[in-house]
Protein backbone atom coordinates (compact mmCIF):
# COMPACT_ATOMS: atom_id res chain seq x y z
CA UNK A 1 0.00 0.00 0.00
CA UNK A 2 2.72 2.41 0.95
CA UNK A 3 4.63 1.56 -2.36
CA UNK A 4 1.26 2.66 -3.89
CA UNK A 5 0.79 5.75 -2.34
CA UNK A 6 4.29 6.88 -3.11
CA UNK A 7 3.94 6.36 -6.89
CA UNK A 8 0.51 8.03 -6.54
CA UNK A 9 2.25 10.95 -5.27
CA UNK A 10 5.40 10.35 -8.08
CA UNK A 11 2.77 10.61 -10.60
CA UNK A 12 1.05 13.31 -9.63
CA UNK A 13 3.93 15.80 -9.02
CA UNK A 14 5.54 18.36 -11.08
CA UNK A 15 8.86 17.45 -12.26
CA UNK A 16 10.10 21.23 -11.97
CA UNK A 17 9.27 22.11 -8.78
CA UNK A 18 9.00 18.62 -7.86
CA UNK A 19 5.90 19.30 -5.83
CA UNK A 20 2.13 18.45 -6.07
CA UNK A 21 0.88 19.35 -9.38
CA UNK A 22 -1.11 23.22 -9.15
CA UNK A 23 -3.09 23.77 -11.71
CA UNK A 24 -1.90 20.99 -13.55
CA UNK A 25 -1.74 21.74 -17.75
CA UNK A 26 -0.81 19.15 -20.01
CA UNK A 27 1.13 20.46 -22.84
CA UNK A 28 0.66 18.64 -26.40
CA UNK A 29 3.51 15.39 -26.02
CA UNK A 30 1.09 14.52 -22.75
CA UNK A 31 3.31 15.84 -20.26
CA UNK A 32 1.80 17.46 -17.11
CA UNK A 33 2.99 20.59 -14.70
CA UNK A 34 2.27 23.25 -12.86
CA UNK A 35 0.98 26.37 -14.64
CA UNK A 36 2.87 28.66 -13.56
CA UNK A 37 6.26 26.14 -13.18
CA UNK A 38 6.10 25.54 -17.13
CA UNK A 39 4.90 29.17 -18.06
CA UNK A 40 7.94 30.77 -16.23
CA UNK A 41 10.23 27.52 -17.90
CA UNK A 42 9.05 29.21 -21.23
CA UNK A 43 9.37 32.91 -20.89
CA UNK A 44 13.11 32.33 -20.42
CA UNK A 45 12.61 30.76 -23.84
CA UNK A 46 10.86 33.39 -25.45
CA UNK A 47 13.86 35.46 -26.92
CA UNK A 48 14.70 31.71 -28.88
CA UNK A 49 11.40 31.56 -29.56
CA UNK A 50 11.58 27.64 -28.95
CA UNK A 51 9.60 26.08 -26.73
CA UNK A 52 10.13 22.38 -25.48
CA UNK A 53 9.04 19.99 -22.75
CA UNK A 54 11.38 19.77 -19.76
CA UNK A 55 11.02 15.61 -19.81
CA UNK A 56 11.09 14.59 -23.37
CA UNK A 57 12.72 17.59 -24.46
CA UNK A 58 10.08 17.46 -28.07
CA UNK A 59 10.19 21.61 -29.33
CA UNK A 60 7.32 23.26 -30.49
CA UNK A 61 7.49 26.34 -33.20
CA UNK A 62 4.58 27.67 -31.68
CA UNK A 63 3.89 28.34 -27.98
CA UNK A 64 1.01 26.21 -26.93
CA UNK A 65 -1.62 27.64 -25.20
CA UNK A 66 -1.80 26.37 -21.47
CA UNK A 67 -5.44 25.10 -20.46
CA UNK A 68 -6.03 24.04 -16.93
CA UNK A 69 -6.72 20.03 -17.18
CA UNK A 70 -9.42 19.49 -14.47
CA UNK A 71 -9.47 16.24 -14.63
CA UNK A 72 -5.85 16.59 -13.43
CA UNK A 73 -6.65 19.28 -10.83
CA UNK A 74 -9.45 17.26 -9.46
CA UNK A 75 -7.45 14.03 -8.75
CA UNK A 76 -4.81 16.05 -7.52
CA UNK A 77 -7.36 17.41 -4.50
CA UNK A 78 -8.20 14.09 -3.72
CA UNK A 79 -4.61 13.27 -2.81
CA UNK A 80 -4.55 15.91 -0.78
CA UNK A 81 -7.56 15.33 1.06
CA UNK A 82 -6.81 12.04 1.69
CA UNK A 83 -3.54 13.70 3.60
CA UNK A 84 -0.65 12.40 1.17
CA UNK A 85 1.88 14.90 -0.03
CA UNK A 86 4.18 14.54 -2.71
CA UNK A 87 7.29 12.37 -2.08
CA UNK A 88 10.54 14.33 -0.81
CA UNK A 89 12.75 15.02 -3.96
CA UNK A 90 15.88 13.29 -3.93
CA UNK A 91 17.86 16.65 -2.49
CA UNK A 92 15.62 16.27 0.52
CA UNK A 93 17.21 13.02 1.13
CA UNK A 94 20.30 12.34 3.60
CA UNK A 95 23.48 11.76 2.13
CA UNK A 96 27.19 10.21 3.48
CA UNK A 97 28.04 13.97 4.17
CA UNK A 98 24.33 14.85 5.49
CA UNK A 99 23.34 15.26 9.49
CA UNK A 100 20.19 12.46 9.32
CA UNK A 101 16.98 12.30 11.27
CA UNK A 102 16.97 10.43 13.81
CA UNK A 103 13.45 9.46 14.12
CA UNK A 104 13.17 8.73 10.12
CA UNK A 105 12.66 5.12 9.56
CA UNK A 106 14.01 3.71 6.54
CA UNK A 107 15.34 6.57 4.17
CA UNK A 108 16.31 8.84 6.16
CA UNK A 109 16.07 12.56 5.33
CA UNK A 110 18.24 15.53 5.94
CA UNK A 111 17.76 17.15 9.63
CA UNK A 112 16.89 20.59 9.84
CA UNK A 113 18.03 21.09 12.90
CA UNK A 114 19.84 19.51 16.29
CA UNK A 115 18.37 19.43 19.58
CA UNK A 116 21.32 20.03 22.23
CA UNK A 117 18.84 18.96 24.82
CA UNK A 118 17.40 15.97 23.33
CA UNK A 119 20.05 15.15 22.07
CA UNK A 120 19.31 14.38 18.41
CA UNK A 121 18.45 15.54 14.94
CA UNK A 122 15.14 16.50 13.53
CA UNK A 123 14.05 16.75 9.74
CA UNK A 124 11.34 19.55 9.12
CA UNK A 125 8.49 16.76 10.29
CA UNK A 126 10.48 15.33 13.48
CA UNK A 127 11.19 18.73 14.47
CA UNK A 128 7.96 20.11 14.68
CA UNK A 129 6.88 18.98 18.43
CA UNK A 130 9.63 20.75 19.55
CA UNK A 131 7.53 23.91 18.25
CA UNK A 132 4.40 22.89 19.61
CA UNK A 133 4.83 20.80 22.80
CA UNK A 134 5.68 23.06 25.58
CA UNK A 135 7.92 21.12 27.64
CA UNK A 136 9.83 20.91 24.34
CA UNK A 137 9.87 24.85 23.47
CA UNK A 138 12.76 25.25 25.91
CA UNK A 139 15.26 22.76 24.23
CA UNK A 140 18.10 24.65 22.42
CA UNK A 141 17.88 23.90 18.55
CA UNK A 142 21.19 24.72 16.31
CA UNK A 143 22.21 23.99 13.02
CA UNK A 144 22.83 20.18 12.07
CA UNK A 145 25.17 18.91 13.60
CA UNK A 146 27.51 15.35 13.27
CA UNK A 147 29.43 16.30 16.79
CA UNK A 148 26.43 15.81 19.11
CA UNK A 149 27.37 12.73 21.13
CA UNK A 150 30.59 15.26 22.12
CA UNK A 151 27.81 16.72 24.12
CA UNK A 152 27.21 13.91 26.09
CA UNK A 153 29.30 12.90 29.35
CA UNK A 154 31.01 9.90 29.22
CA UNK A 155 31.17 8.76 32.50
CA UNK A 156 27.05 9.48 33.45
CA UNK A 157 25.72 9.25 29.59
CA UNK A 158 24.27 13.13 30.63
CA UNK A 159 23.89 15.92 28.41
CA UNK A 160 27.02 18.51 29.59
CA UNK A 161 25.39 21.66 30.67
CA UNK A 162 28.18 22.66 33.23
CA UNK A 163 31.42 23.79 33.15
CA UNK A 164 34.35 23.50 34.96
CA UNK A 165 36.86 26.16 35.27
CA UNK A 166 39.53 24.80 37.81
CA UNK A 167 39.95 22.32 35.08
CA UNK A 168 38.94 23.79 32.01
CA UNK A 169 36.53 21.29 30.35
CA UNK A 170 32.88 20.68 30.08
CA UNK A 171 30.94 18.41 32.60
CA UNK A 172 27.24 17.26 33.48
CA UNK A 173 25.53 18.05 36.62
CA UNK A 174 26.37 14.52 37.92
CA UNK A 175 30.06 15.53 37.85
CA UNK A 176 29.62 18.96 39.86
CA UNK A 177 29.02 16.75 42.72
CA UNK A 178 30.89 13.85 42.35
CA UNK A 179 34.89 14.30 40.92
CA UNK A 180 35.07 17.88 40.57
CA UNK A 181 33.01 18.92 43.63
CA UNK A 182 34.56 21.91 45.15
CA UNK A 183 35.86 23.53 41.54
CA UNK A 184 34.47 26.61 40.34
CA UNK A 185 31.92 25.20 38.53
CA UNK A 186 29.56 27.87 36.59
CA UNK A 187 26.84 26.66 33.58
CA UNK A 188 28.24 26.23 30.08
CA UNK A 189 25.84 29.03 29.27
CA UNK A 190 27.22 31.64 31.41
CA UNK A 191 30.59 30.27 30.55
CA UNK A 192 30.04 30.66 26.43
CA UNK A 193 28.62 34.45 27.71
CA UNK A 194 32.17 35.57 29.41
CA UNK A 195 33.94 33.42 26.59
CA UNK A 196 32.05 35.55 24.23
CA UNK A 197 32.46 38.42 25.44
CA UNK A 198 36.25 37.71 25.33
CA UNK A 199 35.62 36.92 21.57
CA UNK A 200 34.51 40.08 20.96
CA UNK A 201 37.47 42.01 22.40
CA UNK A 202 39.45 39.89 20.35
CA UNK A 203 37.71 40.59 17.78
CA UNK A 204 37.61 44.27 17.50
CA UNK A 205 41.61 43.95 18.12
CA UNK A 206 41.80 42.20 14.88
CA UNK A 207 39.59 43.74 13.29
CA UNK A 208 41.86 46.95 15.04
CA UNK A 209 44.80 45.67 13.49
CA UNK A 210 43.58 44.86 10.06
CA UNK A 211 42.81 48.70 10.20
CA UNK A 212 45.98 49.20 10.93
CA UNK A 213 47.50 46.92 8.33
CA UNK A 214 45.13 48.31 5.91
CA UNK A 215 46.24 51.58 6.50
CA UNK A 216 50.13 50.88 6.57
CA UNK A 217 49.67 48.74 3.12
CA UNK A 218 48.32 51.80 1.68
CA UNK A 219 50.99 54.04 3.09
CA UNK A 220 53.32 51.48 1.60
CA UNK A 221 51.77 51.21 -1.83
CA UNK A 222 51.69 55.42 -1.64
CA UNK A 223 55.23 55.50 -0.50
CA UNK A 224 56.33 52.57 -3.78
CA UNK A 225 54.40 55.20 -6.05
CA UNK A 226 56.21 57.94 -4.58
CA UNK A 227 59.70 56.62 -4.60
CA UNK A 228 59.18 54.88 -8.15
CA UNK A 229 57.76 58.51 -9.13
CA UNK A 230 60.46 59.88 -7.60
CA UNK A 231 63.40 57.51 -8.98
CA UNK A 232 62.23 57.89 -12.97
CA UNK A 233 61.55 61.80 -12.21
CA UNK A 234 65.69 61.56 -10.88
CA UNK A 235 66.90 59.48 -13.79
CA UNK A 236 64.84 62.09 -16.37
CA UNK A 237 65.81 64.59 -14.80
CA UNK A 238 69.88 63.58 -14.01
CA UNK A 239 70.27 62.44 -18.16
CA UNK A 240 68.61 65.99 -18.58
CA UNK A 241 71.83 67.33 -16.47
CA UNK A 242 74.11 65.14 -17.60
CA UNK A 243 73.33 65.68 -20.97
CA UNK A 244 73.91 68.99 -20.73
CA UNK A 245 77.17 68.63 -18.80
CA UNK A 246 78.70 66.75 -20.92
CA UNK A 247 77.35 69.42 -23.96
CA UNK A 248 78.66 72.46 -22.06
CA UNK A 249 82.19 69.80 -21.69
CA UNK A 250 81.78 69.89 -25.50
CA UNK A 251 81.50 73.22 -26.42
CA UNK A 252 84.44 74.07 -24.09
CA UNK A 253 86.60 71.21 -25.18
CA UNK A 254 85.33 72.79 -28.68
CA UNK A 255 86.58 76.52 -27.86
CA UNK A 256 89.74 75.27 -26.18
CA UNK A 257 90.70 73.63 -29.35
CA UNK A 258 90.15 76.40 -31.31
CA UNK A 259 91.85 79.00 -29.23
CA UNK A 260 94.72 76.45 -29.44
CA UNK A 261 94.95 76.43 -33.31
CA UNK A 262 94.13 80.12 -33.69
CA UNK A 263 97.12 80.36 -31.15
CA UNK A 264 99.06 77.74 -32.77
CA UNK A 265 98.09 79.65 -36.31
CA UNK A 266 100.09 83.07 -34.66
CA UNK A 267 102.71 81.32 -32.98
CA UNK A 268 103.35 79.55 -36.23
CA UNK A 269 103.50 82.96 -38.26
CA UNK A 270 105.78 84.52 -36.27
CA UNK A 271 108.12 82.09 -36.13
CA UNK A 272 108.07 81.55 -39.59
CA UNK A 273 108.58 84.99 -40.06
CA UNK A 274 111.92 85.06 -38.00
CA UNK A 275 112.97 81.95 -40.19
CA UNK A 276 112.74 83.70 -42.88
CA UNK A 277 114.40 86.22 -41.97
CA UNK A 278 117.55 84.72 -40.18
CA UNK A 279 117.56 82.56 -43.67
CA UNK A 280 117.97 86.09 -45.36
CA UNK A 281 120.43 87.03 -43.24
CA UNK A 282 122.18 83.66 -43.59
CA UNK A 283 122.45 84.45 -47.52
CA UNK A 284 123.62 88.17 -46.72
CA UNK A 285 126.23 86.73 -44.63
CA UNK A 286 127.48 84.05 -46.96
CA UNK A 287 127.72 86.39 -49.39
CA UNK A 288 129.70 89.22 -47.53
CA UNK A 289 131.92 86.02 -46.59
CA UNK A 290 132.41 85.49 -50.45
CA UNK A 291 133.66 88.56 -51.10
CA UNK A 292 135.86 89.29 -48.11
CA UNK A 293 137.53 85.66 -49.32
CA UNK A 294 138.13 87.26 -52.58
CA UNK A 295 139.55 90.41 -51.11
CA UNK A 296 141.51 88.66 -48.79
CA UNK A 297 143.53 86.88 -51.87
CA UNK A 298 143.72 90.62 -53.73
CA UNK A 299 147.59 91.53 -54.61
CA UNK A 300 147.31 95.01 -55.27
CA UNK A 301 147.36 96.50 -51.84
CA UNK A 302 146.22 99.41 -52.87
CA UNK A 303 143.46 98.12 -54.34
CA UNK A 304 142.93 95.83 -51.17
CA UNK A 305 142.92 99.21 -48.96
CA UNK A 306 140.37 101.33 -50.51
CA UNK A 307 137.98 98.56 -50.87
CA UNK A 308 138.29 96.92 -47.65
CA UNK A 309 135.99 99.05 -45.53
CA UNK A 310 133.43 99.01 -47.45
CA UNK A 311 133.18 95.17 -47.57
CA UNK A 312 134.07 95.09 -43.93
CA UNK A 313 130.64 96.98 -42.91
CA UNK A 314 128.48 94.27 -41.65
CA UNK A 315 124.53 95.07 -41.65
CA UNK A 316 122.84 95.15 -38.51
CA UNK A 317 121.64 91.46 -37.30
CA UNK A 318 118.76 89.81 -35.66
CA UNK A 319 119.39 89.23 -32.06
CA UNK A 320 119.01 86.25 -31.20
CA UNK A 321 118.49 86.74 -27.78
CA UNK A 322 115.06 88.08 -28.89
CA UNK A 323 114.31 84.31 -29.99
CA UNK A 324 112.82 82.60 -27.22
CA UNK A 325 112.90 78.57 -28.06
CA UNK A 326 110.23 76.58 -25.55
CA UNK A 327 109.98 73.10 -27.03
CA UNK A 328 106.63 72.36 -24.58
CA UNK A 329 105.66 75.72 -23.14
CA UNK A 330 104.08 77.06 -25.44
CA UNK A 331 100.69 75.08 -24.59
CA UNK A 332 101.75 73.19 -21.88
CA UNK A 333 99.77 76.14 -19.75
CA UNK A 334 96.54 74.77 -21.00
CA UNK A 335 97.28 71.07 -20.70
CA UNK A 336 97.68 71.91 -17.00
CA UNK A 337 94.73 73.77 -17.10
CA UNK A 338 92.40 71.36 -18.28
CA UNK A 339 94.22 69.13 -16.24
CA UNK A 340 93.48 70.84 -13.25
CA UNK A 341 89.35 71.47 -14.45
CA UNK A 342 89.19 67.29 -14.60
CA UNK A 343 90.73 67.30 -10.98
CA UNK A 344 88.28 69.97 -9.25
CA UNK A 345 85.14 68.45 -11.84
CA UNK A 346 86.16 65.12 -10.17
CA UNK A 347 86.83 66.53 -6.49
CA UNK A 348 83.14 68.50 -6.81
CA UNK A 349 81.50 65.00 -7.75
CA UNK A 350 82.72 63.60 -4.64
CA UNK A 351 82.09 65.89 -2.47
CA UNK A 352 79.01 65.72 -0.38
CA UNK A 353 77.82 69.38 -1.69
CA UNK A 354 77.11 67.80 -5.33
CA UNK A 355 76.34 64.34 -4.37
CA UNK A 356 73.98 64.89 -1.36
CA UNK A 357 70.72 64.09 -3.51
CA UNK A 358 72.03 61.12 -4.93
CA UNK A 359 73.75 59.56 -2.41
CA UNK A 360 70.83 60.14 0.40
CA UNK A 361 68.18 58.94 -2.08
CA UNK A 362 70.40 55.68 -2.24
CA UNK A 363 71.06 55.73 1.32
CA UNK A 364 67.02 56.01 1.69
CA UNK A 365 66.88 53.44 -0.56
CA UNK A 366 69.24 51.27 0.76
CA UNK A 367 67.62 51.35 4.32
CA UNK A 368 64.13 50.54 3.15
CA UNK A 369 65.28 47.58 1.17
CA UNK A 370 67.79 46.21 3.33
CA UNK A 371 68.62 47.11 6.43
CA UNK A 372 65.83 46.22 9.13
CA UNK A 373 65.06 47.67 12.35
CA UNK A 374 66.94 45.84 15.14
CA UNK A 375 64.64 42.95 16.75
CA UNK A 376 66.68 43.34 20.76
CA UNK A 377 67.17 45.98 22.80
CA UNK A 378 71.03 45.46 22.35
CA UNK A 379 70.35 46.04 18.80
CA UNK A 380 68.31 49.49 19.66
CA UNK A 381 70.89 50.65 21.76
CA UNK A 382 73.58 50.91 18.94
CA UNK A 383 71.45 54.02 17.93
CA UNK A 384 71.03 55.55 21.52
CA UNK A 385 71.33 59.22 21.37
CA UNK A 386 72.18 61.44 24.72
CA UNK A 387 69.17 63.86 23.99
CA UNK A 388 68.55 66.44 26.59
CA UNK A 389 65.41 69.07 26.67
CA UNK A 390 65.12 73.30 25.63
CA UNK A 391 64.99 75.11 28.50
CA UNK A 392 63.67 78.33 25.64
CA UNK A 393 60.67 75.48 24.80
CA UNK A 394 59.59 74.34 28.01
CA UNK A 395 56.28 75.46 29.37
CA UNK A 396 56.67 77.61 32.68
CA UNK A 397 55.11 74.98 34.90
CA UNK A 398 57.94 71.97 33.83
CA UNK A 399 61.11 72.40 36.06
CA UNK A 400 63.88 70.79 34.09
CA UNK A 401 66.66 68.85 36.11
CA UNK A 402 69.21 66.44 35.81
CA UNK A 403 71.08 68.12 32.77
CA UNK A 404 67.63 68.99 31.33
CA UNK A 405 67.04 65.33 31.01
CA UNK A 406 64.27 65.31 33.48
CA UNK A 407 61.01 67.21 33.84
CA UNK A 408 58.79 67.33 36.49
CA UNK A 409 55.35 69.18 36.67
CA UNK A 410 55.24 72.28 38.88
CA UNK A 411 52.22 73.83 40.60
CA UNK A 412 53.60 77.08 40.67
CA UNK A 413 55.53 79.00 37.19
CA UNK A 414 58.83 78.92 36.97
CA UNK A 415 61.17 81.96 36.24
CA UNK A 416 62.15 81.68 32.22
CA UNK A 417 62.72 84.43 30.09
CA UNK A 418 60.77 84.76 27.35
CA UNK A 419 60.90 83.64 24.28
CA UNK A 420 59.25 82.79 20.94
CA UNK A 421 60.34 78.70 21.18
CA UNK A 422 57.75 78.06 24.36
CA UNK A 423 54.66 76.63 24.77
CA UNK A 424 52.49 78.81 26.46
CA UNK A 425 49.32 76.83 27.04
CA UNK A 426 50.70 72.81 26.46
CA UNK A 427 52.94 71.55 29.46
CA UNK A 428 55.47 70.52 26.28
CA UNK A 429 59.13 70.57 26.11
CA UNK A 430 61.38 69.69 22.77
CA UNK A 431 64.47 68.46 22.91
CA UNK A 432 67.68 71.01 22.10
CA UNK A 433 68.83 68.51 19.87
CA UNK A 434 67.74 67.56 16.39
CA UNK A 435 67.22 63.52 15.08
CA UNK A 436 68.88 62.68 11.70
CA UNK A 437 69.86 59.33 10.94
CA UNK A 438 69.16 56.45 12.79
CA UNK A 439 68.58 57.21 16.92
CA UNK A 440 66.96 55.39 19.69
CA UNK A 441 65.93 56.85 23.10
CA UNK A 442 63.73 55.83 26.10
CA UNK A 443 61.55 57.97 28.26
CA UNK A 444 60.27 57.15 31.59
CA UNK A 445 58.32 58.34 33.94
CA UNK A 446 56.50 58.37 37.19
CA UNK A 447 52.73 59.20 37.76
CA UNK A 448 49.26 59.35 35.66
CA UNK A 449 51.10 59.19 32.53
CA UNK A 450 53.36 61.03 29.59
CA UNK A 451 53.04 62.04 25.89
CA UNK A 452 56.17 60.95 24.21
CA UNK A 453 56.43 62.40 21.11
CA UNK A 454 58.61 63.73 17.91
CA UNK A 455 57.66 67.41 16.03
CA UNK A 456 59.16 69.54 13.71
CA UNK A 457 60.39 72.37 14.90
CA UNK A 458 58.03 74.79 13.28
CA UNK A 459 55.20 73.05 15.76
CA UNK A 460 53.03 76.37 16.81
CA UNK A 461 53.83 77.12 20.84
CA UNK A 462 51.40 80.22 21.22
CA UNK A 463 48.36 79.38 22.24
CA UNK A 464 45.74 76.72 23.08
CA UNK A 465 45.04 75.54 19.33
CA UNK A 466 45.56 72.24 18.33
CA UNK A 467 48.43 73.50 16.22
CA UNK A 468 50.53 73.60 19.06
CA UNK A 469 49.70 70.25 20.93
CA UNK A 470 51.71 66.85 20.18
CA UNK A 471 49.73 64.59 18.09
CA UNK A 472 46.61 67.13 17.10
CA UNK A 473 48.33 67.80 13.70
CA UNK A 474 50.17 67.29 11.22
CA UNK A 475 53.69 68.43 12.46
CA UNK A 476 53.94 65.76 15.20
CA UNK A 477 53.44 62.04 16.02
CA UNK A 478 52.30 61.45 19.81
CA UNK A 479 52.30 58.24 22.37
CA UNK A 480 49.95 58.83 24.83
CA UNK A 481 50.49 56.84 27.89
CA UNK A 482 48.51 56.21 30.40
CA UNK A 483 48.59 53.38 33.78
CA UNK A 484 45.95 51.42 31.82
CA UNK A 485 46.17 52.21 28.15
CA UNK A 486 47.84 53.60 25.22
CA UNK A 487 46.38 55.95 22.37
CA UNK A 488 48.61 57.00 19.13
CA UNK A 489 47.81 60.08 17.51
CA UNK A 490 48.74 62.01 14.30
CA UNK A 491 47.15 64.60 12.72
CA UNK A 492 44.35 64.73 15.28
CA UNK A 493 43.31 61.05 14.21
CA UNK A 494 43.59 58.35 17.25
CA UNK A 495 44.19 55.13 17.19
CA UNK A 496 43.82 52.58 20.60
CA UNK A 497 46.86 50.34 21.17
CA UNK A 498 46.83 47.27 22.87
CA UNK A 499 49.97 46.06 24.75
CA UNK A 500 51.67 45.46 27.94
CA UNK A 501 51.72 48.13 30.39
CA UNK A 502 55.32 49.80 31.58
CA UNK A 503 56.53 52.83 33.20
CA UNK A 504 59.56 53.00 29.97
CA UNK A 505 58.98 53.78 26.20
CA UNK A 506 61.49 53.23 23.69
CA UNK A 507 62.01 55.16 20.91
CA UNK A 508 63.13 54.37 17.68
CA UNK A 509 63.66 56.87 14.71
CA UNK A 510 64.89 56.32 11.06
CA UNK A 511 64.63 59.49 9.55
CA UNK A 512 65.89 58.71 5.82
CA UNK A 513 63.80 55.90 5.87
CA UNK A 514 60.29 57.24 7.29
CA UNK A 515 60.05 54.98 10.55
CA UNK A 516 59.06 55.96 13.81
CA UNK A 517 58.58 52.73 15.62
CA UNK A 518 57.45 52.62 19.27
CA UNK A 519 58.17 50.36 22.38
CA UNK A 520 56.79 48.84 25.77
CA UNK A 521 60.01 48.34 27.44
CA UNK A 522 60.32 46.02 30.61
CA UNK A 523 62.28 42.88 30.96
CA UNK A 524 61.37 42.26 27.14
CA UNK A 525 60.62 44.89 24.18
CA UNK A 526 57.01 45.01 22.80
CA UNK A 527 56.38 46.98 19.80
CA UNK A 528 52.80 49.11 20.00
CA UNK A 529 53.00 51.09 17.11
CA UNK A 530 54.89 52.02 13.90
CA UNK A 531 54.26 54.33 11.73
CA UNK A 532 55.49 54.47 7.54
CA UNK A 533 55.87 58.03 6.31
CA UNK A 534 58.17 61.03 4.56
CA UNK A 535 59.62 63.48 7.09
CA UNK A 536 59.82 66.27 5.49
CA UNK A 537 61.98 68.40 7.96
CA UNK A 538 64.08 67.61 10.90
CA UNK A 539 62.56 65.91 13.89
CA UNK A 540 62.80 66.77 17.62
CA UNK A 541 61.59 64.56 20.32
CA UNK A 542 58.75 65.99 22.69
CA UNK A 543 57.39 65.60 26.23
CA UNK A 544 53.92 66.50 27.56
CA UNK A 545 53.37 65.96 31.63
CA UNK A 546 50.42 65.81 33.08
CA UNK A 547 49.53 66.83 36.38
CA UNK A 548 52.07 65.55 39.06
CA UNK A 549 54.37 63.38 36.49
CA UNK A 550 57.66 63.34 36.37
CA UNK A 551 59.62 61.99 33.06
CA UNK A 552 63.07 61.67 31.96
CA UNK A 553 65.68 61.06 29.16
CA UNK A 554 66.97 58.14 30.21
CA UNK A 555 70.37 57.63 30.04
CA UNK A 556 70.87 53.88 28.16
CA UNK A 557 73.73 52.20 27.91
Avoid at 105 to 112: E, F, I, N, Q
Avoid at 184 to 208: G, M
Amino acid sequence: MAQKDQLDQETFSCSICLDLLKDPVTIPCGHSYCMSCIKSHWDEADQRKVYSCPQCRQAFTLRPVLVKNTMLAALVEQLKNTGLQAAPADHCYAGPEDVACDVCTGRKLKALKSCLTCPASYCEKHLQPHYDAAPLKKHKLVDPSQKLQENICSRHDEVMKMFCRTDQQSICYLCSVEEHKGHDTVSAAAERTERQRELEVSRQNIQQRIQDREKDVKLLQQELKAVNRSADKAVEDSEKIFTELISLIQKRSSDVKQQIRSQQETEVSQVKELQEKLEQEITELRRKDAELKQLSHTEDHNQFLHNYPSLSQLSAYTDLSSIDIRPLRYFEDVTAAVSELRDQLQDILREKRQTSNISLTVTEVDVLLSEAEPKTRAGFLKYSREITLDPNTANTCLLLSEGNRKATYMSQQQSYSSHPDRFTDYLQVLSRESLTGRCYWEVEWRGDGVRVAVAYKNISRAGKSKECGFGFNDKSWMLNCNTDSYEFWFNNIKTHILGPRSSRVGVYLDRRAGILSLYSVSETMTLLHRVQTTFTQPLYAGLYLYYGVTAELCKVK
